[in-house]
């Protein structure tokens, strides 16, 4: 028999005054367990952050490591248009937001290639340059979560997108809205107010051009983004660049093209390598009729009436739409002719290459000028050139000048654009990375190295 006061009757009877406490107070429990539970959540990441980066090691980031800014997603993810999952011709957002970037499988290509090199190939929108870049440095190598040993500062803004959706409207202030409202927000970070953005860097979507309105109120296209006071000391990713502005820096288009690995890049380098080739050239493109001496319309009829030419009129063809009709032409063809676009550079340069087919241009512009991190230093061991000059003098010149090159000539060109191609494309990564370097590595690896080097004057 247990004594009155024994600690073994005293355990089953009724609880102690705090106990009493909170039975008489059964909400109070609920309210306890509300606060416990995210603190158990949060100190548990805490201890396994198993969805983020591991701390890079030295050795594997010898230029340094990448810091990327958590901004409100009004700035990035809120600007993305979920409503169109593929590409539309009137919606040039469409096809963004899916597949981070990358968009669907590009069906039509099925009974083209391969069905190894086929799952390689999506609707990638030409404008996903943002999207890619900022899911691709999540998981970088050298991506650091402690701001103070980083080396550099990603600013993961789609101003692409925020200025892009008002470019056809007329109003100026809209477009610059989300850029000056990013400013003011980067003004209140320490780490910026001690560089003033020297050893921050960016990625545009759009090129240089829709970003640098100039004062003249005549001038009314674009945003003043990049000739705003605060944006002058940052690096800028950008698919076409100012030649007068060395914060720009000129990278590839996205293409259609993303292999998972070195094994689909070698696969898909034996497969262009090994094609019939046809015709001596090829032209993809459309007029555009309402342009006095409008270069790529006389382009167009000189290939349309030229036997040794393929000729794609993309006002027919639905080229944005179906890519089977570009890559076909461009599997066909020894060289690729690549005028200037709407503006000097065009994506199709890029799809030209990765198809194994020697690009022809017409303005230094177009490619030498603007990709030197990424194309061969020699222009002429992968390409042509030709005076745009001469052309529009005499159509005829394109084919006299391309008939002369011989069969071994252009097989050494053929090879040094093949070469080429893991520089131009954008791998899908897995496991957090590619396993060869491609445009993306090139570029982070290229920053790294400009704000280390500038650090140390």
């Not at 003033?196 to 003043?224: C, E, K, M, V, Y």
Request: proline share 5%.
């Amino acid at each position: 028999m247990l004594h009155a006061y024994s600690p073994e009757l005293q355990s089953r009877r009724k609880p102690s005054k705090p106990l009493n406490f909170l039975y008489a107070h059964p909400y109070l429990w609920i309210s306890l367990a509300s606060i416990s539970i995210p603190l158990f959540i949060i100190s548990a990441v805490r201890i396994a952050p198993l969805c983020l980066p591991r701390r890079p090691a030295a050795d594997e980031c010898p230029s340094g490591t990448v810091y990327v800014y958590d901004l409100p997603y009004m700035f990035n993810h809120h600007l993305l248009l979920h409503s169109c999952t593929d590409l539309d011709n009137w919606n040039w957002q469409c096809g963004i937001a899916a597949n981070s970037g990358f968009g669907g499988r590009a069906a039509e290509l099925h009974r083209l290639l391969p069905e190894n090199l086929y799952k390689s190939w999506f609707r990638t929108n030409q404008f996903a340059l943002e999207l890619i870049f900022h899911k691709r440095i999540l998981t970088h190598k050298c991506r650091t979560l402690e701001a103070e040993s980083a080396t550099a500062f990603y600013i993961p803004f789609y101003g692409g997108l925020a200025v892009g959706k008002h470019l056809w409207k007329n109003d100026t202030a809209k477009r610059d809205r989300d850029c000056r409202m990013l400013l003011r927000w980067l003004d209140h970070q320490e780490h910026w107010k001690k560089s003033n953005g020297s050893d921050h860097f960016i990625s545009l979507s759009r090129i240089t051009w829709d970003f640098r309105r100039l004062a003249d109120p005549a001038q009314i296209w674009g945003s003043t983004f990049l000739n705003m006071p605060e944006m002058q000391r940052v690096t800028r990713f950008i698919i076409e660049k100012a030649s007068f502005d060395d914060r720009d820096v000129g990278v590839p288009y996205p293409t259609g093209f993303h292999p998972e690995s070195r094994e689909i890049l070698q696969d898909w380098q034996k497969f262009v390598r090994k094609q019939k080739r046809g015709s001596l050239y090829t032209f993809i493109g459309a007029a555009r009729e309402p342009i006095r001496r409008d270069f790529r319309g006389t382009l167009l009829s000189y290939c349309s009436n030229s036997s040794s030419c393929r000729a794609v009129d993309c006002a027919a063809a639905q080229c944005s739409a179906n890519s089977s009709v570009i890559m076909e032409s461009l599997l066909a063809s020894e060289f690729c002719l690549q005028p200037k676009g709407d503006s000097f550079t065009r994506r199709s340069v890029f799809d030209c290459m990765i198809a194994g087919s020697v690009p022809v241009f017409f303005w230094n512009q177009t490619a030498y000028e603007q990709y030197p991190w990424f194309l061969p230093g020699e222009p002429e061991s992968y390409s042509v050139y030709i005076d745009h000059g001469e052309v529009m003098n005499e159509t005829s010149v394109i084919e006299h000048v391309l008939k002369r090159i011989s069969k071994e000539e252009i097989r050494r060109k053929r090879e040094k654009v093949i070469e080429t191609i893991p520089r131009i494309v954008y791998g899908i990564q897995s496991g957090g990375s590619t396993d060869f370097e491609d445009a993306f590595d090139i570029a982070i690896e290229g920053v790294l190295q400009r704000i280390r080097k500038e650090r140390e004057l």
